[in-house]
């Protein structure tokens, strides 16, 4: 097989083309492909494939493709598998993928020691492309990775033109070179090659006119002068040099050699206490393992994270360890993007320094910022050198100074992404998260000693609780703390124990490390908008935010929103820890909180009510979807009129729960320290669905009892305090807390009498009889059943009536009536079907599958309990869906089954745990055994 993306996306079997799938499929294809042989996570694949159209579904029909692509290309020498969790890996020989046989030919032909040779396989590299790459692939990751291709087939078409004019073929390519300066009118590379070959054909007055207006566009667009090496050729054809035509192949030109230059040594000293970073370490050492020589293009490695983090004590470390593989010297340039006490350093600047230490004598510097530029391209050419540009603002700042040759090695350190690196030279990008809690004590024993970290662990854990984790603000207490080593420890952990003061507890007074300064400069560097968003978004209720949800609390449309948190992310002011979902380090938050106080104290109350609004409103349209015959409350005012228009049905809606849900839970202890009662209540009645689903009843039962104690506070309606009561006594039903729950039963049926709500009585009978089934009465749970039954009979609802029927029949059954219980089940589910009562539906065929199951009926029991699971799973509800598989698990049982028997209890085994559900977990561990195997606690 082989496979092609340098043009469309195309497999060819022995020289036949082979379809794999459709455009998507072709895409995820396509992203295995340029990661050959490497793992690729399945997150990185659902972004490449789909970029910012990624649909809900996007994981599962990646999981498709992957799988119709593994069916496709099996028993070929090409293999597709997953690893390591959740990554795939594309086992294919590098030769049969046409971009990395085009990169493998360029290397030989870079390396080659006969221009002649050299040429062929130029030649036949670029033979490879058949058209633009990935043709058709619209993604940001494709564009980008067009971009870099293109480049790199530009510098190839460039090269094999290198060769042909030193084989004197210039005549042969001539009319190509018109074409590509005509295309490429400021490229002084292209300009060189096209005069150096009409001087040749006899052209010199060409050749001088096409210098000139290359000049003359420089000046006008960039208001520079063509760079020194054109301006020597230019020089050498108006003096009609010699040199100029091509050399004779033999005997061989011997040059003399380069006078021997300096080797610059410019790092600063080793960090002294650098701990931890493994990883990180790793992944710069890859760097060395597989050098770009052969790619024509210097490494070039960004480190990017917040301020503080470490990123300059990683690179100087990692470049300390490293020297001998730099044996041509290390240039080392602080551009202090982001100093609290001056400007970023010009890149001109910086040039001239390099050129200094390079051992350019003064009189030699060219005048130009871009004569410079490619003086010192031209010093450190094929020099086996390190280039650490140390706190770069952006990557403007950064290219001037990035050199020519594969040789080098570049490593940036920058609070920025610097995405613009990535996309014009393919730099890799690696993010520094904050040290996990054993590196972060290292880093205070090798500053304080360890008898002293070992005599107050107390005072240590807060100091680490307090610091977070950030590089910065772990030195900054440990200089506090060994400037008076008699203190206790104890002292400095009680002063960042204040929150309000934790900015001003880290400080050693010296501006370079006072955190404070440190965020300041980059809250400084931002636009007007993004600042304000910034600092709103620190007191934000959540640990994290969405855009949606940001967009609410910002005030401006989804669209801006974006943008303002892709600039705030590639500042490293907040981090974008999963699709989506935007989160701060604790330290820079506390930082954001100041700001909107100082800053925006009169928009932060209209924001979080915008916020807890949105959250609210929304929560409540996605209830309505996930189960449209539950009585609604009323919704409340709300300005978030477009909120639910991205929820189109169960599925969505209960992803967005799934989300948001830790965010819902902030906003809702928001609400109530706020006085906000009723934007509580309507999120604790909005999550109560999602909340059964998913099993979660311990949060059910805090949110209700919290909601519940603010209701009475505020003197509430009656109906409203009954319906929480009732929630709250269905919780604790599920909970095995039946004298609490029998109480807060009667509460509410009291209130809803009070209130005239013959509705809310009916659903509190039923709820009464689960509490007393529970209890093992059936008896009473049957009464209570018939009296919802009786009410429910005069409502006119026919969803509810049919509940009220199943419950009936199941009480019944329970009993020991199997047939009186079968005659209303079925009742139930006719009314369930008519009227589309998914929820309704899969109980009561849970409902017959009991009666079947105990009536001898073992067929029918299964094929209940079976379509009772797909409407559990439809419906998402976990917590149900446990109790079928239990239910199967006991038919396959007593029908012999073993095997299903083992897998059916296996998996709702997995779910009580999963939920907590400890008393169910023990019966089916114990039902497991039984059968021979018991999976370990």
Same mark, same amino acid.
């Given at each position: ?846 409902? &017959? /599958?009991?009666?079947? =199951?105990?009536?001898? *009926?073992? +067929? $029918? #029991?299964?094929?209940?309990?079976? @379509?009772? %699971? !797909? ?16 239910? &199967? /698990?006991?038919?396959? =049982?007593?029908?012999? *089954?073993? +095997? $299903? #028997?083992?897998?059916?209890?296996? @998996?709702? %085994? !997995? ?16 039902? &497991? /055994?039984?059968?021979? =195997?018991?999976?370990? *606690?």
């Amino acid at each position: 097989m082989s496979f092609g993306i340098l043009g469309p996306i195309e497999v060819w079997r022995d020289g036949v083309p082979v379809n794999v799938g459709p455009a998507l499929q072709r895409r995820v294809l396509a992203a295995l492909l340029v990661d050959a042989n490497r793992l690729v996570s399945a997150h990185a694949l659902v972004d490449r494939a789909w970029g910012t159209a990624e649909p809900r579904s996007g994981r599962r029909a990646l999981y498709g493709y992957i799988s119709r692509l593994r069916r496709a290309l099996e028993g070929h020498d090409v293999s597709l598998t997953r690893e390591e969790g959740s990554g795939y890996r594309l086992r294919v020989g590098p030769e049969a993928v046409d971009l990395h046989r085009f990169r493998h030919l360029l290397d030989r032909g870079r390396a080659a020691p006969a221009d002649e040779e050299a040429e062929a396989l130029f030649q036949a590299a670029l033979g490879s492309w058949r058209g633009e790459a990935f043709a058709g692939a619209d993604t940001p990751w494709f564009n980008t990775q067009r971009d870099v291709l293109d480049g790199e087939r530009f510098a190839a078409e460039l090269d094999l033109t290198d060769v042909r004019l030193r084989l004197a073929k210039h005549a042969l390519v001539l009319t190509e070179l018109s074409g590509r300066a005509e295309a490429h009118p400021l490229d002084e590379r292209v300009a060189g090659h096209l005069m150096l070959a009409l001087y040749r054909c006899g052209r010199q007055a060409a050749a001088l006119e096409c210098y000139e207006r290359l000049r003359r566009d420089l000046a006008r667009e960039m208001g520079i002068d063509p760079g020194a090496p054109l301006r020597r050729l230019h020089q050498q054809i108006l003096a009609a040099d010699p040199a100029l035509h091509p050399a004779p192949a033999t005997p061989a030109v011997v040059r003399p050699p380069r006078p021997a230059r300096p080797v610059p040594r410019q790092l600063p000293p080793w960090p002294a206490t650098f701990v931890g970073r493994g990883r990180e370490l790793a992944a710069l050492d890859v760097l060395l393992k597989e050098p770009a020589e052969g790619s024509g293009r210097p490494t070039i490695f960004a480190v990017g994270g917040t301020g503080g983090v470490g990123k300059s004590w990683l690179a100087l470390h990692w470049a300390h360890q490293h020297l001998d593989r730099f044996p041509d010297g290390q240039l080392y340039a602080a551009l202090c993007g982001f100093d609290p006490a001056g400007e970023p350093v010009p890149p001109d600047r910086v040039l001239r320094g390099f050129l200094d230490a390079l051992g350019t004598p003064l009189q030699e510097i060219p005048t130009g910022a871009e004569a410079q530029a490619g003086l010192y391209r031209s010093l450190v050419a094929r020099r086996r050198m390190l280039i650490l540009l140390d706190n770069a603002r952006d990557a403007d700042q950064v290219r001037p100074l990035l050199p020519g040759s594969a040789t080098c090695l570049v490593l940036v350190t920058s609070r920025s992404h610097l995405g613009g690196l990535t996309a014009t030279h393919g730099s890799p990008h690696l993010t520094l998260d904050t040290l996990p809690d054993t590196e972060a004590r290292e880093v205070l024993t090798c500053a304080l000693g360890q008898d002293r970290v070992a005599a107050e662990p107390a005072a240590v854990t807060a100091l680490l609780r307090r610091c977070a984790g950030l590089p910065l603000a772990l030195g900054i207490v440990a200089a506090r703390a060994a400037a008076h080593p008699g203190f206790p420890l104890a002292e400095l952990a009680g002063e960042l124990d204040d929150a309000s003061g934790r900015l001003d507890a880290l400080t050693v007074g010296d501006l370079a490390t006072d955190l404070r300064a440190v965020f300041e400069t980059s809250y400084r560097a931002l636009d007007a908008p993004s600042a304000r968003a910034f600092a709103l978004l620190g007191p934000a209720p959540g640990a994290d935010i969405g855009p949606r949800a940001a967009a609410r609390l910002i005030g401006t449309p989804l669209a801006r929103t974006r943008a303002v948190l892709r600039t705030l992310e590639a500042a490293h002011l907040v981090q974008q820890h999963a699709p989506g979902r935007y989160r701060m380090h604790n330290l820079v938050r506390l930082y954001a909180t100041e700001r909107c106080q100082d800053r925006h104290g009169d928009d932060r109350d209209a924001a979080s009510d915008r916020l807890v609004d949105f959250y609210a409103h929304t929560a409540y349209a996605a209830d309505r979807l996930l189960s449209p015959q539950r009585t609604p409350i009323a919704p409340g005012p709300s300005a978030a009129t477009d909120a639910p228009s991205f929820l189109s049905d169960a599925p969505t809606s209960m992803a967005w729960f799934e989300a948001e849900h830790p965010c819902l839970l902030a906003a809702h202890r928001f609400a109530l320290e706020h006085g906000r009662h009723g934007q509580a209540w309507r999120l604790a009645w909005a999550l109560d669905t999602y909340h059964w689903r998913r099993g979660l009843l311990p949060d059910r039962m805090a949110l209700l009892r919290a909601t519940l104690a603010a209701l009475d506070a505020a003197g509430a309606q009656p109906a409203t305090r009954a319906l929480a009561h009732r929630l709250l006594g269905r919780t604790l039903v599920a909970l095995g807390r039946h004298d609490d729950a029998l109480g807060q039963l009667r509460r509410a049926l009291a209130l809803f009498a009070e209130a005239g709500d013959a509705a809310g009585t009916a659903q509190t009978h039923l709820n009464l009889a689960l509490a007393r089934e529970q209890q093992g009465d059936d008896g009473r749970a049957l009464t209570h059943a018939v009296q919802n039954l009786r009410i429910r009979e005069t409502l006119d609802s026919p969803p509810r009536e049919a509940e009220a029927l199943n419950a009936v029949g199941w009480y019944h059954a329970r009993l020991g009536h199997h047939e009186e219980g079968r005659a209303f089940c079925e009742r139930s589910l006719t009314l369930c079907r008519r009227h589309h009562f998914l929820e309704g539906e899969a109980f009561t065929l849970d409902s &017959l /599958g009991y009666i079947a =199951h105990r009536s001898g *009926r073992y +067929a $029918e #029991a299964l094929d209940h309990y079976h @379509q009772a %699971l !797909a409407l559990r799973r439809e419906l998402g509800d976990a917590y149900e869906e446990a109790d079928a598989l239990a239910c &199967l /698990g006991d038919v396959y =049982h007593a029908l012999g *089954r073993t +095997a $299903e #028997a083992r897998r059916a209890r296996t @998996q709702a %085994l !997995a779910l009580y745990r999963d939920q907590d559900r400890g008393s169910e977990a023990e019966r089916t561990q114990a039902l &497991l /055994g039984a059968l021979g =195997h018991a999976p370990a *606690r």
